[in-house]
């Protein structure tokens, strides 16, 4: 796949994924109105605001890579034909999961919202389940030996402290 089509196809699954799934969705559950802050603690909605904050960029960087550099996309009709093991990705393997859920909480950390919280945690146990089943099986067998140090390396949800380089 050349850069320009996977740009294309990054761009126009970030619409349809992303912004769906922490954006509409999210709007849809709280119509971004302000509820009292959980616990009744105001800085909640500080780490809320954190959150949001640091989850956007990470989402934004992630198809950017899988796109200039995997010459793919995160959709998986379109996946990457080289394995993206730079930036984010070097201190964990799945920073878009991690972002999307980051910004989902955020937003309900800053807008005082369970059900928001709940949907977050069902989101993160559906790319969980994802990831273990469909996603490190299709890796494994599509990248072998080089998702396999990867993979040996890098965490799947806990980042690490210190960047991972690949062998060059």
């Not at 619409?15 to 109105?33: K, N, S």
């Not at 780490?47 to 995160?74: N, Q």
């Not at 494994?140 to 390396?153: C, K, L, V």
């Amino acid at each position: 796949m050349s850069k320009a089509i996977a740009v294309l196809g990054s761009a126009l699954f970030f619409v349809i994924a992303p912004l769906t799934l922490a954006g509409f969705i999210p709007w849809w559950v709280t119509h971004w109105e302000f509820r009292p802050a959980f616990f009744g603690l105001d800085p909640t909605r500080s780490l809320g605001g954190v959150l949001i904050i640091a989850g956007a960029p990470g989402i934004v960087d992630s198809f950017a890579r899988f796109a200039l550099e995997g010459l793919g996309t995160p959709a998986p009709i379109a996946p990457p034909q080289k394995l993206v093991v730079t930036g984010l990705y070097r201190y964990v393997r799945n920073p878009i999961y991690i972002a999307l859920v980051a910004v989902i909480f955020g937003q309900a950390l800053l807008f005082g919202d369970l059900p928001l919280l709940w949907y977050g945690a069902l989101l993160w146990l559906f790319f969980h389940v994802w990831v273990v089943t469909i996603e490190e099986p299709t890796l494994e067998q599509t990248f072998g030996a080089e998702y396999e140090s990867f993979r040996i390396n890098v965490p799947r949800w806990i980042p690490r402290s210190t960047p991972w380089r690949a062998a060059a």
